[in-house]
């Protein structure tokens, strides 16, 4: 028959071709067991780097971090104070030299014990040019950086770093190249935490399930879909987890994974979208936290322009910032998940920590007439109008941009003052940045390492510093910070940043627009839900009915 | 046919090798992927040319698409930013969306070919009006509407369904993605069959296979069917191509880990190796679709022949 003829013919064609290119699958991905009680789901993204603790740098990868690893130090969740954890005491003299001594019995969970060669070896692998690891800069304070991982990308010279040394099983010195005396409360970042040997043995192995010293343990992980994460029993700690696991599932889209918290099929979303803020309060009542993060959000500018730099342009940002109604821009695009910034930090590191309500005084207040003025005699915008850059992609940003536009123009009376300028993809976003080529302000988000009023000027602001995206330079900040830096006594070294922040304040190097919260919502399963200031849940604390 | 069929093959290789250029031309124009990766701060440049030489991205950009293809062609894709292989991500995400497509196919077929015979038979009744009625407001709708309602009415309000298809995507869970998917192929399928169908029913054929006395139910499925599938078989050949690359809104909506969603993370994430990989197979499908969909006339229609 004609037709089997054809057909059989067709079918070879589609053999053919399947075969030539060789794409067969073998379609695996086992699902791990669990029967579900006592186990909290939670929502989650595909971490964007290698589960590395030096190569985490947001936070999907860092929620399992954190569950998974101890360090030196741990942030108290409630008041951000650093409080030793392995660390059994961290002495210095001279705020340069310091002396690490590690609490005995701690173990990994594969049963090795957590010692002061498991901190050393891991810094120096986080430290060495070779092992890409993103979080490398966090090392640059110790002596020896500059071998190990050298600034122009030359070969590196050294593969540990002379500022570390073993001195005892137990405990191990550290020098830095600067005086730095909050250091050790630095070390509560988990780009910080102690590797295991199996880590440098068996590194594809490690890295497909990762063994840290934390309270949980990974029970499997499916990459790009769930990672399923379980009680350690025989954890050491004081911090035991209060639930028997945490299923991190991976969701395509956050609004689907709110859409199934309501459904009852999730315990736990850390990222409420922003198009269900309006309901969540009504849809989840107390179940709904919208807490203080670390994260403040700014306008820089870009002084590798010239028109953007020279003399009286200090009064013209002073004038864009004052033409900027905060207040009605958080209270309706953001639905007061973000409060009105009034100076450089965050109020999650308190008044002692260095936050200081008010700071920024009438220069962040809200005043059209007093803008407009300011703008005037600061020589009018540069090229008569702003175009505030930002990306697209994500986190809404165009919504704030417009509304900030809105007050602008509103203040100036003139339509075309300032417009948006959306930038298609988040890495185009960055990488205009890195290559200066923006031509007005732009979105500059921070997001705290630790909470240390440091965190939030040096990296920002310091000549040259790694995060100092609008090359904004000022001697007398810089020297403020140096001495701060130096001083051991913290009270005085916070009064040093806040003068520091001061002299940025008086040139506005960057516009303070706002104080982010994390905003989470759970289901009535589980209980004693919180985010830390990272806007990380407080996993090992939640309670399952 | 089978010198055709050759002659077909052949011709896909051009297709293959310009598709493929264009794609990778297209991703390197969004400009440097490493600048994203270190969230909202600058990688430190020593990291960030070392990652640059690693992914092999100092090189021009001619030996990087060299490159690429010669390692396609020992079947290494690349790797992820992530550290994953992209074959390993093929491996997990290209099973879910055939599922999710060969639900929405069957859908197509089995609603979409029936609906169209049944109005077509009875063109001009209510049935007919009602149907080309539902299907305007099913095409006039988009995807993201369809599927957001019905995934609120029927996984949130009367909790029929899940709302989010689990990571191991089974059948059962496809049903309703798998619908909305389909739903606007579905109501062209409905409208293809119908008027080709109607249009066939008064042909000569039709006249004598009634006059053979043969029953209703044989001249329907083998005579007038089989000649009006032939637009429809086009229609559905092509989709599934479409289907499986464009399921991104579906997919995001459901929670489904499929094609649609790895495309759209590489794509945020500039992720060459991704997008290229995953583009290219679905590439191959489009081809292969479409070459089985010509070979499939001469199934369905003895008088066409491919010399």
């Known amino acids: ?545 | 046919m089978g010198r055709y069929v050759i002659r077909r093959l052949l011709q896909m290789i051009p297709v293959f090798f310009g598709a493929t250029l264009l794609i990778f031309l297209m991703v390197n124009v969004m400009g440097d992927p490493i600048a994203g990766l270190c969230g909202d701060r600058q990688c430190d440049p020593a990291t960030a040319t070392q990652l640059r030489k690693e992914f092999g991205l100092d090189k021009p950009l001619w030996q990087q698409y060299v490159t690429y293809m010669g390692n396609v062609f020992t079947g290494d894709f690349g790797t992820a930013f992530n550290g994953q292989e992209v074959t390993e991500l093929m491996a997990s995400a290209f099973p879910v969306t055939i599922r999710l497509t060969i639900v929405a196919i069957l859908f197509e077929i089995v609603i979409g070919i029936a609906l169209g015979v049944v109005t077509g038979l009875r063109r001009g009744r209510p049935v007919d009006t009602g149907v080309l009625l539902a299907t305007l407001v099913v095409i006039s709708v988009p995807t993201f509407v369809t599927g957001l309602l019905l995934q609120l009415l029927l996984g949130v309000e009367w909790g029929w369904i899940s709302p989010s298809v689990s990571p191991e995507a089974p059948f059962d869970e496809l049903i309703v993605p798998g619908l909305v998917l389909a739903s606007v192929s579905l109501a062209y399928v409905t409208r293809l069959t119908r008027t080709s169908i109607a249009e066939n029913r008064r042909a000569d054929y039709v006249r004598t296979a009634v006059a053979k006395g043969l029953p209703r139910h044989r001249v329907i499925t083998r005579h007038l069917l089989r000649n009006s599938l032939i637009p429809v078989v086009t229609f559905i050949g092509t989709d599934i191509g479409a289907l499986m690359g464009g399921a991104i809104v579906t997919e995001r909506i459901f929670n489904i880990h499929g094609v649609g969603f790895q495309l759209y993370q590489g794509i945020l994430r500039q992720n060459t190796q991704t997008v290229v990989g995953f583009v290219t197979v679905l590439v191959l499908v489009f081809l292969v679709a479409n070459l089985l969909v010509d070979l499939l006339y001469a199934v369905l229609d003895p008088r066409i022949r491919y010399a």
């Not at chain 1, 165009?398 to 509304?403: G, H, L, P, T």
């Open chain 1, 1 to 545: 028959m004609r037709g089997a003829t054809h057909a059989r013919w067709a079918a070879c064609a589609v053999a053919v071709a399947l075969a030539a290119t060789a794409c067969g699958d073998d379609g695996g991905g086992d699902s791990g067991g669990g029967d579900g009680s006592g186990i909290v789901s939670s929502s989650w993204g595909d971490p964007q780097n290698p589960l590395e603790p030096a190569n985490t740098n947001e936070v999907q990868g860092g929620k399992v971090l954190d569950m998974l690893f101890r360090g030196l130090k741990r942030y108290d969740a409630k008041t951000g104070k650093a409080n030793d954890m392995l660390a059994e005491k961290i002495e210095t003299s001279d705020s340069q030299n310091f002396t690490v001594t590690v609490k005995s019995g701690w173990k990994f969970s594969n049963g090795e014990a957590v010692d002061a060669k498991s901190f050393v070896d891991a810094w120096n692998y986080g430290a060495s040019l070779k092992n890409n690891q993103k979080n490398a800069y966090f090392f640059g304070y110790i002596d020896g950086y500059d071998k190990t991982h050298p600034e122009d990308g030359s070969k590196q010279t050294a593969d540990t770093l002379s500022g570390l040394k073993v001195t005892g099983p137990n405990t191990f010195t550290v020098k830095l190249n600067q005086k730095f005396s909050t250091f050790p409360d630095t070390l509560g970042y988990a780009a910080f935490s102690p590797l295991p040997q199996s880590f440098f043995d068996d590194h594809a192995g490690w890295l497909s399930k990762p063994v840290g010293n934390g309270p949980y343990t990974i029970d499997s992980y499916a990459k790009g879909s769930v990672m399923k994460m379980r009680e350690w029993v025989d954890y050491p700690g004081e911090d035991k987890a209060q639930n028997g696991g945490v299923d991190l599932k991976v969701y395509t889209d956050n609004n689907t994974a709110y859409t199934d918290l309501m459904a009852g099929n999730l315990d736990l979303v850390d990222d409420v979208p922003a198009s269900q803020l309006k309901n969540a309060k009504s849809d989840l009542g107390d179940r709904y936290i919208n807490t203080p993060a670390g994260i403040i959000q700014t306008l820089a500018f870009p002084f590798y322009d010239k028109a953007w730099d020279k003399a009286g342009m200090e009064k013209v940002r002073t004038g864009l910032s004052r033409a900027i109604d905060r207040e009605q821009i958080t209270e309706t695009i953001f639905q007061k998940t973000r409060t009105p910034a009034s100076d450089w930090t965050s109020p999650v590191l308190g008044e002692a920590g260095g936050f200081k309500e008010g700071l920024c005084g009438d220069a962040c207040e809200y005043d059209p007439d007093e803008a407009k003025k300011l703008i005037e005699e600061g020589g009018g915008l540069p090229g008569g109008q702003v175009k505030i850059s930002y990306n697209a992609d994500t986190g809404s940003h165009k919504e704030w941009v417009d509304a900030v536009c809105n007050s602008v123009n509103n203040a100036l009376d003139n339509d075309k003052a300032c417009v948006g300028n959306p930038i298609g993809t988040f890495a185009d976003f960055r990488n205009q940045i890195t290559q200066s080529k923006m031509s007005g302000p732009f979105r500059a988000g921070w997001q705290m390492d630790y909470p240390l009023i440091q965190n939030f000027l040096q990296p920002l602001y310091y000549t040259n510093a790694s995060s100092n995206d609008g090359k904004w330079t000022n001697a007398e900040f810089d020297k403020l910070v140096n001495e701060a830096n130096a001083e051991t006594d913290q009270a005085k070294a916070v009064d040093l940043f806040q003068q520091a922040e001061e002299v940025l304040r008086d040139d506005m190097g960057a516009i303070p627009l706002w104080y982010q919260n994390g905003s989470a919502g759970y289901s009535e399963r589980v209980s004693n839900v919180a985010l830390n200031q990272f806007s990380v849940p407080v996993y090992n604390e939640i309670k399952v009915s």
